[in-house]
Nanobody, 115 residues
């Protein structure tokens, strides 16, 4: 069984920064995709950033140049550094890991950007 634990959400003012962390545990192969998605009220869940096999990073258009995803130290851990946050970034952020045709999701962490 795969479990994902997310941390780092909260309230931040426009223009501020937050860092989200995600750690996956369980039986995980060496090749997988891991990343962050978000879902705002009334909207579909969308890709924020992902690391695919080979270390290539992919970003959603709305966060390019502001957010950075990277692996942290030990295997199966990724962080999302979010800078220049604006109210449109307000959403529940979910971590996902995918391998062998299956996706596993975290419980989500709320990010609210407001003055």
């Amino acid at each position: 069984q795969v479990q994902l634990v997310e941390s780092g959400g909260g309230l931040v003012q426009p223009g501020g920064s937050l860092r989200l962390s995600c750690a996956a545990s369980g039986v995980i192969p060496t090749i997988y995709t891991m990343g962050w998605y978000r879902q705002a009220p009334g909207k579909q869940r969308e890709l924020v950033a992902s690391i695919i096999p080979g270390g290539v990073t992919i970003y959603g258009d709305s966060v390019k140049g502001r957010f950075t995803i990277f692996r942290v130290g030990a295997k199966n851990m990724v962080d999302l550094q979010m800078n220049s946050l604006n109210p449109e970034d307000t959403a529940v952020y979910y971590c996902k890991i995918g391998f062998l045709g299956n996706d596993y999701w975290g419980q989500g962490t709320q990010v609210t950007v407001s003055s």
